[in-house]
């Protein structure tokens, strides 16, 4: 087995998880507009029935963007060296051609399947990825900017509801919070389909949970990794 997350990143993994769910399910039951209410205004009324009506669903939204906003301040603070700037290199290290060829084959063959791509004469092999894939890089940036905007302009809507600001600015916020969380309502499902249910992610999954990823695994997954790792030298010399 091989380490693929630490412990303080399943923790935060899992605890960002948990405050984005709530946050997005909650922002989207404070839209009580029928024009801008993207599920139903049965979702608005099930969220004030069960927290006690649209003042206490907006406290409990900026509680728990509060407590997700100090859980990474103190993440950052103890782990950017050794842990967030990895991360960012890594999903940052993006090469436009064979991430978009590894995307478009990827979603052909999860689609209608390579079988039906061979039969049309399309190459089904995916390039070669290393500790991220393609996808992965792409829901990671859309990630990581999503919550620089919702931090920024949450932060922001909190400090004008006490008077500061103008109504410009109020509008602006508003917009790019509504933006960002748009963008991941679009990109959750797909990361969250993607490492948790589509076939032969399983042993990724549960790296969430322990840590650890079967070598054989990260050597069909993430074989560019596995190299800069030296297993494919220890492959070699044990044969
Ligand atoms: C129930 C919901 C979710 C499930 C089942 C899930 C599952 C996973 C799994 C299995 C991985 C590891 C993939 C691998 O090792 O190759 C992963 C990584 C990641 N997920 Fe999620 N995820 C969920 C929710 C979220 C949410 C809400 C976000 C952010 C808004 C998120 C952002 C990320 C990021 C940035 C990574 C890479 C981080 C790292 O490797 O430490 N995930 N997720």
Request: hydrophobic share 50%; aromatic share 12%; charged share 15%.
């Amino acid at each position: 087995m091989i380490r693929r997350h630490s412990r303080s990143a399943i923790f935060m993994h899992w605890s960002n998880a948990l405050c984005w769910l709530f946050l997005l399910f909650t922002g989207f039951a404070l839209l009580d507009n029928p024009y801008m209410q993207p599920v139903s205004q049965g979702w608005v009324d099930f969220w004030n029935g069960l927290v006690g009506g649209p003042y206490r669903l907006l406290n409990a939204h900026v509680i728990v963007g509060g407590v997700w906003v100090m859980l990474y301040t103190v993440y950052l603070l103890f782990r950017f060296k050794g842990e967030a700037l990895p991360f960012l290199k890594e999903i940052t290290d993006l090469h436009p051609a064979s991430d978009m060829v590894w995307c478009m084959r990827k979603g052909l063959r999860l689609t209608i399947g390579e079988k039906a791509m061979r039969k049309m004469g399309m190459e089904t092999e995916l390039p070669a990825q290393s500790f991220y894939n393609a996808g992965q890089k792409l829901a990671a940036v859309a990630a990581v900017l999503s919550s620089l905007g919702l931090a920024v302009t949450g932060i922001l809507m909190v400090h004008m509801a006490g008077d500061a600001g103008t109504e410009e600015l109020l509008q602006w916020c508003l917009f790019v919070h509504f933006l960002c969380a748009g963008l991941m309502a679009i990109v959750l499902p797909i990361h969250i389909y993607m490492a948790a249910l589509a076939p032969g992610e399983g042993p990724a999954l549960r790296s969430m949970f322990t840590g650890f990823v079967p070598k054989a695994f990260a050597k069909v997954h993430n074989p560019l990794w596995y190299r800069k790792l030296g297993l494919d030298r220890q492959d070699g010399a044990a044969d």
